[in-house]
């Protein structure tokens, strides 16, 4: 005969043979995939963890969005301004999620670089501070500017600004001290003291719930190691 008949069971072999080296080709791609991968992200992941003195990182800047360059003065205001810090990732003991590492993965490969030097502005107890709610994640650019990489958690609370300006400096704690003991002293019942509703006994009672505000205070800022904003927002210590 011309032509040789197809033995069906052969071309199955076959099919099955070429699918199966097809099958392994891919899944040793796919390996090879994650295993480059494994190694990017533990470089990244390493860079994160360690102190690392580099100020400068070589950004391809045709190449950069002009909306997530920020200068530190901008950074130091709304770090005074919420009692924020801004300090090195090594000391931040939040979970850094996994979107933040393919943003950096993906910048290196933009800007042909490896970044380092990361900084993040988070509230204190984000970090792990040594002794003397809405993380974002700074890459340095040099000249005091730093580059937003990925923003990450809740937003802050809408009046946390509000309740951290009796931080911001000595004048702010004052008055917000005695604006809260007169407004306590107008609470306490009339005659509860003195049968009598006068003003020296408004005074006096001023007076004494003043101090007694004024210890608290006290108590709270040096017995705790507390200290005004401007202080502390780039501080590594607890006790700053």
């Keep these: 005969m011309l032509f040789q008949k197809t033995n069906l069971l052969e071309k199955l072999h076959?099919?099955?043979?070429?699918?199966?080296?097809s099958g392994e080709n891919v899944l040793k791609e796919v390996q090879r995939i994650f295993a480059n991968l494994d190694k990017i992200y533990s470089r990244i992941d390493r860079n994160l963890s360690e102190l690392d003195t580099l100020k400068v990182n070589s950004f391809d800047f045709d190449s950069l969005d002009s909306e997530r360059i920020f200068h530190i003065d901008q950074i130091k205001k709304v770090c005074i301004d919420y009692r924020l810090r801004f300090l090195d990732s090594k000391y931040f003991k939040?979970?850094?999620?996994?979107e933040a590492y393919s943003k950096i993965r993906e910048l290196e490969k933009t800007h042909t670089t490896e970044l380092k030097g990361f900084k993040i502005i988070a509230p204190?107890?984000?970090?792990?501070?040594?002794?003397?709610?809405?993380?974002?994640l700074f890459a340095p650019m040099g000249n005091g500017y730093f580059y937003l990489i990925h923003k990450w958690g809740n937003d802050l609370h809408p009046l946390r600004k509000l309740m951290m300006?009796?931080?911001?400096?000595?004048?702010?704690?004052?008055?917000v001290i005695i604006l809260l003991s007169?407004?306590?002293t107008l609470l306490i019942p009339n005659g509860l003291f003195s049968k009598s509703n006068s003003?020296?006994?408004f005074g006096i009672l001023f007076f004494f719930t003043f101090k007694s505000i004024v210890a608290v205070a006290i108590f709270y800022g040096f017995a705790?190691?507390?200290n005004f904003s401007p202080a502390i927002w780039n501080s590594k210590y607890y006790n700053a």
């Design 224 to 226: 705790l190691g507390k």
């Design 124 to 136: 204190s107890r984000l970090f792990k501070l040594e002794d003397k709610d809405d993380p974002l």
């Design 94 to 98: 939040g979970e850094i999620p996994s």
């Design 165 to 175: 300006w009796p931080f911001k400096n000595v004048g702010n704690l004052i008055f």
């Design 14 to 21: 076959l099919e099955r043979e070429k699918q199966r080296k």
């Design 182 to 184: 007169y407004v306590t």
């Design 199 to 201: 003003v020296a006994e």
